[in-house]
């Protein structure tokens, strides 16, 4: 398995509170993806990484900001957690020649 | 835009008997598609993928795909299930391995004993 993880696991926050997940890879791949699962929509894009603080939007990045000062890390933030967020986050890495390798996943509950 | 529709929300199937997940995608061009497998709790794993080259592509756990063009479908398949394959499944197509990759809302797989 690819060496990817995400903290926290599990998190339980209030709306209007910032909130940080971060993605770590020991693969020392390129690129860096956040997508977030709801049911019914299957996995969407919110932001990735091409490189150390190279980032773009994905199609569901209002309101999610996105920081890669290392190749390794790729941090998330929600500025001010909304009911909306509330979902499991996905963290997945690519070296550009094979696909995507997903991470454990983090549970997000904002109430 | 690149879309992915999976018309299956949920299938039941008994164990040992055949399966087939449905796909079909839109996009210009030849895509880079993928399957993918997520067992309750757990990330994604890739099952299988296509590039280009031959239709028919065979991947982990005894399972293939088949790409058609003209159809644009990329289904899954597999001759006999096992207990253990009870879980969601994606289909997603991308421009490249690594550019953002579009996921279809998924299949969810029961088992029958």
């Known amino acids: 398995d690819a060496g990817i993880t995400q903290s926290p696991r599990h998190k339980v926050t209030e709306t209007g509170t910032p909130v940080t997940l971060r993605c770590h890879q020991t693969?020392?791949?390129?690129?860096m993806y956040w997508y977030r699962q709801d049911p019914g929509h299957g996995l969407r894009l919110i932001h990735y990484s091409y490189g150390v603080k190279d980032t773009d939007k994905g199609e569901v990045s209002d309101g999610y900001s996105v920081s890669r000062s290392k190749t390794e890390d790729f941090l998330l933030t929600l500025e001010s957690a909304t009911s909306s967020q509330t979902s499991v986050y996905f963290c997945a890495i690519s070296d550009g020649l094979e696909t995507q390798y997903f991470g454990p996943g983090t549970r997000l509950l904002v109430l | 835009a690149q879309s992915v529709t999976q018309p299956d929300i949920h299938i039941t199937v008994s164990e040992g008997a055949s399966l087939e997940l449905r796909c079909n995608y839109s996009y210009g061009a030849t895509p880079y598609l993928f399957w993918y497998v997520q067992s309750p709790g757990q990330g994604l794993q890739l099952l299988l993928k296509?590039?280009?080259?031959?239709?028919l592509v065979q991947g982990i756990k005894g399972f293939e795909a088949e790409f058609k063009r003209s159809q644009s479908s990329f289904n899954l398949r597999k001759p006999s299930v096992h207990w253990s394959d009870a879980a969601e499944y994606f289909c997603a197509v991308g421009e490249t391995s690594y550019d953002k990759v579009i996921f279809g809302p998924g299949t969810s797989l029961s088992v029958i004993p």
């Open positions: 296509y590039f280009s080259g031959d239709t």
């Open positions: 693969e020392n791949h390129r690129y």
